[in-house]
């Protein structure tokens, strides 16, 4: 069990970021409307990316970069976090994706990556989500994850359990 590699499929590359990223990634994150449904919703200022950047950077398990293979594009980012071997499960989440790619398959591809993966090893996934992120809520219950948690700091909490998302995937074909 390696959370900390890279993943790659026919169309996403997800590479684990290094310092010298920053810049590139900065260039699309820089974007107001990519946030405006995020609790930081100042996310796109450059000393709040900065933050955001450095702390995946120093995450266990890295920050992944997604890649758009066909245009050779740098689309996003996402990462895998918190870790707990007694629940046997992790997180997923501070993912972030341009929006010509919103409303498309693209976020379903980036999770179907790590999650496949992740359930060769565990048996859940958590997302943690802004409240008032609908966008990321409507598209997180699109992979069969369930409401588990309505936090008090502004968030709620997704559980994906392996049977749930099997289900998920037989039910799409």
Known sequence: MNFSKNFENDQLSLIQAKK????????IASDEE???QHPENDR???????TFFYNGILNEF?????YLKPKNEII???RFYSFDPKDNAIRIGYT??????????????????????TFKFLDKIYFDIGTLNYRSRKAIEKIGAHLFKDDEDGKVIYKLI???YINYECNKQ
């Not at 010298?20 to 260039?27: E, I, M, Q, R």
């Not at 796109?44 to 900065?50: E, G, L, Q, V, Y």
């Not at 890295?62 to 997604?66: E, N, P």
């Not at 972030?96 to 980036?110: A, D, P, Q, R």
């Open 96 to 117: 972030f994706i341009i929006k010509k790619y919103w409303g498309t398959k693209i976020n379903l591809l980036i999770k179907d990556l790590m999650i496949n993966y």
């Open 34 to 36: 990519i946030w405006e």
């Open 76 to 78: 996003g980012s996402t």
């Open 162 to 164: 392996k049977k749930d």
């Open 62 to 66: 890295g920050m992944l970069i997604i």
């Open 20 to 27: 010298d990223d920053f810049g590139n990634l900065y260039s």
């Open 44 to 50: 796109w200022k450059k000393n709040k990316f900065s």
